[in-house]
Every structure is written in C-alpha cells, then in structure tokens.
C-alpha cells in the first residue's frame, strides 16, 4: 500500500526524530485550530455557566485527538494523504471536496484577515480596519509562499509563545477558583446550554486543517510507519496546548465575567470587550497586551491555513491532473500551493469591503457544517478496509470513538446550518 513516490526528496531515512525535534506538526495544528472564534464561543461559555461547561473543553480535546490520529496514522501507515484515500473511496468525495475548498477558501480569507485586523485597529485606531486587514492578508500570503515548511514552524512557535503568555496570564491574573474548577469537569448540561455545549466541543482545535496534519507530517520528514509513536506523541501535546488555551478563557469568563453579571459584544469582538475589562482590573497595559495575543491567535491561524490547506489543494489538483504522489508542484512553493495561496489572498479582499454575500456565506455553511462528518465517517470506512495494513487498522473501541465523533459532527452540522441560514436570511 506505500508509496515511495509520495515521500519528500532527501527525506530523514535515520529514524524517529529525538529530544526536542519531536515538536512540530502539532504545534501547527494547535495554533491554526485555536482561532478567535474559539476563544470567543468558550468566553462566552464561561460568561454565560462558571465552569459548568469545563468538561466539554476536555470533551473537545479528546474528540479532535482521536480524529487527527487517524488522519496521522492513515498518513503513515499507507504512506498516503488523506485526499488519495478519500478519492479511493469514490467520486463522490470529489464532487464534495471541490467546491468546498474553493468556497471555503473564499469565504474564510476575509473572516481570518477580518478577525487579524480587530485587535490591531484597537490598538491603532488611527487605521482602518480594512487596512490592517488586507495587510494581513500579503504578510502571510509573502510569509507563507517564501518560506519552507521549517522556517513556517519557527514563526508558528513564535505566535504560539505570545498566546500562551497572554491567554493564560489572564487566567491567572483571574484566580481562579481550584474547587469549582474541579468541580467543572463533572458532566452536567445547564438549561439553556445546548448550542454553547456543542459550539465549543465542535470548535476546540480546528476543523479543515485536522485534515491538513498528514501534510504537514509529510513536509517535516516524518512519512512512514516508524513515525507512528512520535505522531501520536505530536498530536497528543497539540491538543494539551489547545485545551490549556481554551481553559484559559473559560476560567476567564466565569472569574470576571460570570461573577461579575458583564455583557459581552457579539461576535469576535467580544474579544475587545474582555481587552477592556482586563484593562479596567489590571491596567491598561495588560488590556493592551491581550489585544497581542488576540492578534497572535488570529494570525497565526491565516499561516497555518494559508500553508496547509493550501498543500491540501495542491494535492486535490494534483491528482486530478494524474500527477504521481508527492510531484513538486504539488508540494510547499509548488504551482498549485502557490495557486490557491493566491486564491486565499486576493479575491476574498471583495468581501473585506462588500461583506459576505447572502448565496456565498449559505454555500460555506452548507460544506462547512458536514466537513467533520465527512471526515470522521471516511477515516472509519479508510481505517477498516485492506486500504490501509492491517496491523493499523481500527480496534473495537477505536471504530467505537469515531463513530459517537460522527453522530455528534452530524447533530452540530444540522444546529450549524440552522444557525448559518437563519443569520444569512436575517432572522
């Protein structure tokens, strides 16, 4: 079932990488995952229920931990990428693959330029905000088509360096209470929690770019079945990181927002508000700086997808053009990187200025709601057949996890769309 072609030219044929090497795709998938709009839906949880919802954080964490592991272990043990394995399946996952890429690419060029650029304008009013904007954008447009997947993972562990510092420096200026932390992983729904419960399990840690890691394991070295412990290792700390990320806020929201009855504004600029009310308890420096680590957040969610669902891309047009696995122009840099790099960059720069169009942002929701189904339902069906070796196949309990992951992706997508056609229709 491998395929010595897909491997990257010169790649490490030594052995499992050591010591601090072990760091890395991982780290991509907790940066790009952890985005404001997370942040933003566990503040909010916090707001609205203390710590009464801390349990679905970690319930979050585990569900995305099994999902990237079998992405990484399909990726591994087949010597594959997970689009070759969808395309095995059928047709079928083409004719859903293709049109979500490019409208999700469209549609989510403008919301993470948008999301960079409210922190930055607060911090700079004097600028518009669709200038910080569309500069965002080129910065990681040139930052991602000039640089190898190395120097990209150094720049990610920079922006993750200054979120960690800010979000969880905020939760410990909260002090927060151990008791009814602890108290907070106890299962337990509050009336009226039902779409914050499956909000924040749904968003802890990404959603296309999960799909992404197997490419991004393949651009640090790590392509065969040897890598399969330092994977599992990898994805294990990234979502240690983004649960400790994502704790963070909600321990925000229940000691300073909860406890004291404040309202948030709506949308990622909640995020601005708590930079205010940070302000007003701590000072405004500290305001100031968590408004950096809103800024760290976002961005460095615009690298990790202009990066890795740009290689998804690549591999999509690759093999629809029958190029053999792993061809140069279907890698980092490659002409069909770089295309849809472009794609991510430019045009959505329309709806910076114009808004997103009632049809587009239908269209998005629709794909974007059934993406976790869809990839959760196809790595069971990829993990149980002679597609991949058999001594990497699911176990019992590992098809048994997958497949309560699909059930509930399924009830989030249907809550999903409602949400989605109900605000692009204006009620």
Same mark, same amino acid.
């Given at each position: ?158 922006? &993750?360096?200054? =979120? $960690?510092?800010?979000? +969880? @420096?905020? !939760?410990?200026?909260?002090? /927060? ?131 890795? &669902?740009?290689? =998804? $891309?690549?591999?999509? +047009? @690759?093999? !629809?053009?029958?190029?053999? /696995? ?102």
């Amino acid at each position: 079932m491998s395929s010595s072609a897909s491997r990257p030219p010169g790649a490490d044929v030594a052995g499992p990488p050591t010591r601090w090497k072990v760091v890395g795709p991982g780290l991509m998938v907790a940066a790009t995952g952890v985005g404001a709009g997370d942040l933003v839906a566990t503040l909010v949880a916090g707001q609205r229920f203390g710590y009464a919802l801390l349990w679905v954080v970690v319930l979050g964490c585990v569900l995305k931990i099994i999902l990237v592991e079998g992405a990484g272990r399909y990726s591994l043990a087949t010597e594959r990428t997970i689009f070759e394995g969808w395309r095995s399946l059928g047709r079928w996952t083409t004719v859903y693959f293709a049109p979500y890429i490019v409208i999700w690419g469209f549609v989510y060029g403008a919301s993470a330029m948008l999301s960079t650029a409210l922190p930055l304008a607060a911090l700079f009013p004097a600028v518009s905000i669709e200038a910080f904007a569309i500069g965002s954008g080129l910065i990681g447009f040139v930052l991602v088509w000039f640089n190898k997947y190395a120097g990209f993972e150094k720049i990610t562990a920079v922006l &993750v360096g200054i =979120m $960690f510092l800010t979000v +969880v @420096g905020a !939760a410990v200026l909260a002090t /927060p209470n151990l008791l009814q932390v602890l108290n907070g992983l106890v299962p337990r729904i509050p009336e009226g929690s039902m779409i914050n419960v499956l909000s924040v399990a749904g968003g802890v840690g990404g959603t296309i770019t999960l799909a992404a890691y197997g490419y991004w394991l393949r651009e640090k070295g790590w392509h065969t079945p040897r890598f399969m412990k330092v994977m599992r290792l990898d994805n294990a700390m990234a979502y240690v990181v983004t649960g400790v990320f994502v704790v963070a806020m909600l321990i925000v929201g229940a000691e300073l927002l909860y406890s004291s009855g404040i309202a948030l504004q709506s949308g990622e600029r909640g995020l601005l508000s708590l930079s205010d009310v940070l302000s007003e308890r701590y000072g405004a420096v500290y305001g100031k700086l968590f408004l950096v680590g809103f800024w760290a957040a976002s961005f460095s969610s615009i690298l990790g997808v202009w990066n890795g &669902v740009s290689l =998804m $891309f690549a591999d999509f +047009v @690759g093999h !629809a053009r029958g190029l053999e /696995p792993g061809h140069p122009e279907t890698r980092t840099g490659g002409k069909w990187f770089k295309l849809y790099l472009v794609w991510l960059t430019f045009p959505p720069i329309v709806l910076v200025f114009a808004g997103e169009p009632v049809p587009v942002i239908l269209a998005y929701g629709v794909l974007g709601a059934f993406f976790m189904p869809f990839l959760a339902v196809t790595l069971i069906w990829l993990l149980n057949t002679d597609r991949t070796p058999r001594q990497w196949r699911n176990r019992i309990g590992g098809n048994l996890a997958l497949g309560l992951i699909a059930v509930f992706f399924v009830v989030l997508a249907v809550v999903q769309l409602q949400s989605t056609i109900s605000d692009a229709l204006g009620g």
